[in-house]
């Protein structure tokens, strides 16, 4: 518990709570070591004012007993040593009566009287003291000399309190300046703090003022220069991703090229001679006909077959409309083919100031993002209805994609298929962010970004040079 207590805390207010117990500590000991001395000089106190008051009365007996009878010297007695201070004297005649009631001398001073925890702590213990009265010869009385601490120790227990409330005062003057000293201190870690957040989100642009502790300086100097290399690292790898993405593109529509241009006028032309071969079996006999018929009718089927092949990967590979098409028309293509698959789910298509076109590298990836998006809502989701909104913020330069469904979600446990990963790794080889989120019962979203500004145009240069290389 206390380590919880101790641990969770900010460092400004854990100093804080250090210097606060030190300061409790000083207080004990200094409270200690006052009430030691409060004992020991009340104890010199009370003794050196019962000597006193000894002498005095002695002094007094002399003299009155010179000029008064017996029991107009006890009478007198007490008006005498009215002026004792901390002392308390009783007239007793010979029969141990008291001429007159104890109290206090007149010339003790008049102090509230200290609580009773802190007068037992101080008082001294006190023992009467007897002197006896001798008048011609007789003893005719007696005076008890008794010490009174009580407004010795309300004078230290005045003086404590004078001196705690000033050093409360103080003390809380300090801690309420340390307090703000040590915000202002240690401010540039909260400061670091956010930095690190930053880094943590990819945010590699952030600069830390520099502060003046030079033991933070070297902390944030260091900070800056390390957000410097990952800035730096973030656009060289950025860089090598378009180019890779671009070199993809271009080999897969090269390739594409030769399926289009190569392979399909061959298939086209085995399929024609296959025909051709039908057509003349008819001039052969019946039986050889029949049998020449049978093989041209599976060589143009399986023609067809791979022409179908054929145009299933000339799709994988690039939308032939893509460079030709303005993208929101091959989008709401996309959205028509994949409603007629699906009348039982309601596809509804949000374009909002769409260019034509992006450059190949970014248009083929938002297709192929919502081509696989749109996959997944038709095998996985059991959506009633699909969202699907484009927004290009020209300002910031960045063309924005939102893919919601109302189905059953993603599981928490779920792991990312192979077509998820291929959209994330084609948007951030882009620059971009690609984020799915999930809540059951509510469907899922697919939040994707695309900064289509100067990276791109030096994206299309790469991909014109690759060309021309």
């Given at each position: 518990?206390?380590?919880?207590?101790?641990?969770?805390?900010?460092?400004?207010?854990?100093?804080?709570?250090?210097?606060?117990?030190?300061?409790?500590?000083?207080?004990?000991?200094?409270?200690?070591?006052?009430?030691?001395?409060?004992?020991?000089?009340?104890?010199?106190?009370?003794?050196?004012?019962?000597?006193?008051?000894?002498?005095?009365?002695?002094?007094?007996?002399?003299?009155?007993?010179?000029?008064?009878?017996?029991?107009?010297?006890?009478?007198?007695?007490?008006?005498?040593?009215?002026?004792?201070?901390?002392?308390?004297?009783?007239?007793?005649?010979?029969?141990?009566?008291?001429?007159?009631?104890?109290?206090?001398?007149?010339?003790?001073?008049?102090?509230?009287?200290?609580?009773?925890?802190?007068?037992?702590?101080?008082?001294?213990?006190?023992?009467?003291?007897?002197?006896?009265?001798?008048?011609?010869?007789?003893?005719?009385?007696?005076?008890?000399?008794?010490?009174?601490?009580?407004?010795?120790?309300?004078?230290?227990?005045?003086?404590?309190?004078?001196?705690?409330?000033?050093?409360?005062?103080?003390?809380i003057a300090i801690i309420g300046i340390l307090y703000v000293l040590f915000g202002r201190v240690l401010?540039?870690?909260?400061?670091?703090?956010?930095?690190?957040?930053?880094?943590?989100?990819?945010?590699?642009?952030?600069?830390?003022?520099?502060?003046?502790?030079?033991?933070?300086?070297?902390?944030?100097?260091?900070?800056?220069?390390?957000?410097?290399?990952?800035?730096?690292?973030?656009?060289?790898?950025?860089?090598?991703?378009?180019?890779?993405?671009?070199?993809?593109?271009?080999?897969?529509?090269?390739?594409?090229?030769?399926?289009?241009?190569?392979?399909?006028?061959?298939?086209?032309?085995?399929?024609?001679?296959?025909?051709?071969?039908?057509?003349?079996?008819?001039?052969?006999?019946?039986?050889?006909?029949?049998?020449?018929?049978?093989?041209?009718?599976?060589i143009v089927a399986t023609v067809e077959h791979l022409q179908a092949i054929n145009r299933t990967m000339?799709?994988?590979?690039?939308?032939?409309?893509?460079?030709?098409?303005?993208?929101?028309?091959?989008?709401?293509?996309?959205?028509?083919?994949?409603?007629?698959?699906?009348?039982?789910?309601?596809?509804?298509?949000?374009?909002?100031?769409?260019?034509?076109?992006?450059?190949?590298?970014?248009?083929?990836?938002?297709?192929?993002?919502?081509?696989?998006?749109?996959?997944?809502?038709?095998?996985?989701?059991?959506?009633?209805?699909?969202?699907?909104?484009?927004?290009?913020?020209?300002?910031?330069?960045?063309?924005?994609?939102?893919?919601?469904?109302?189905?059953?979600?993603?599981?928490?446990?779920?792991?990312?298929?192979?077509?998820?990963?291929?959209?994330?790794?084609?948007?951030?080889?882009?620059?971009?962010?690609?984020?799915?989120?999930?809540?059951?019962?509510?469907?899922?979203?697919?939040?994707?970004?695309?900064?289509?500004?100067?990276?791109?145009?030096?994206?299309?240069?790469?991909?014109?040079?690759?060309?021309?290389?």
């Amino acid at each position: 518990m206390l380590y919880g207590l101790w641990h969770g805390r900010s460092i400004r207010l854990q100093l804080l709570l250090v210097l606060v117990l030190v300061d409790l500590f000083a207080v004990l000991l200094t409270g200690t070591v006052m009430i030691f001395r409060a004992r020991a000089q009340t104890r010199i106190e009370m003794a050196a004012s019962v000597h006193l008051a000894e002498l005095l009365v002695g002094d007094a007996a002399k003299f009155l007993s010179q000029q008064l009878t017996a029991e107009e010297f006890l009478r007198a007695l007490p008006t005498q040593l009215r002026s004792m201070r901390h002392v308390r004297i009783v007239v007793k005649d010979a029969a141990g009566t008291p001429v007159s009631a104890p109290r206090p001398m007149l010339g003790a001073r008049e102090h509230a009287p200290a609580p009773a925890w802190f007068a037992a702590l101080v008082a001294p213990s006190v023992e009467p003291h007897n002197i006896p009265m001798i008048a011609a010869g007789q003893p005719v009385g007696q005076v008890e000399i008794q010490g009174e601490p009580a407004d010795e120790i309300a004078e230290v227990w005045e003086n404590l309190i004078a001196i705690g409330s000033v050093g409360t005062l103080l003390n809380i003057a300090i801690i309420g300046i340390l307090y703000v000293l040590f915000g202002r201190v240690l401010d540039p870690l909260t400061v670091l703090a956010a930095g690190l957040s930053d880094l943590e989100h990819e945010s590699y642009n952030v600069r830390l003022p520099q502060p003046y502790p030079r033991e933070l300086a070297i902390i944030v100097a260091r900070f800056n220069a390390l957000a410097r290399s990952l800035e730096t690292a973030r656009a060289e790898n950025l860089t090598l991703n378009r180019r890779l993405i671009t070199a993809q593109d271009d080999e897969r529509r090269r390739t594409a090229l030769e399926l289009h241009d190569e392979v399909g006028p061959c298939l086209f032309g085995l399929k024609v001679c296959a025909s051709s071969i039908a057509a003349a079996a008819d001039e052969f006999p019946e039986k050889a006909a029949k049998k020449m018929s049978e093989l041209a009718r599976e060589i143009v089927a399986t023609v067809e077959h791979l022409q179908a092949i054929n145009r299933t990967m000339l799709d994988r590979l690039r939308p032939m409309a893509l460079g030709h098409v303005p993208l929101n028309e091959m989008l709401n293509q996309l959205v028509r083919d994949r409603a007629r698959q699906s009348p039982q789910i309601s596809f509804r298509l949000s374009v909002e100031r769409l260019a034509p076109s992006y450059g190949d590298s970014v248009d083929l990836t938002v297709y192929r993002c919502v081509q696989e998006s749109l996959t997944n809502v038709i095998r996985h989701s059991q959506a009633n209805n699909v969202d699907i909104e484009f927004h290009d913020d020209g300002d910031a330069a960045l063309l924005k994609l939102t893919i919601h469904d109302d189905g059953c979600g993603v599981g928490p446990g779920a792991s990312a298929g192979l077509g998820i990963r291929g959209m994330q790794e084609r948007v951030e080889g882009l620059g971009g962010r690609y984020r799915l989120r999930s809540e059951t019962g509510r469907g899922t979203w697919v939040d994707i970004t695309i900064p289509v500004g100067e990276s791109q145009t030096a994206c299309r240069g790469d991909s014109e040079s690759l060309q021309s290389s």
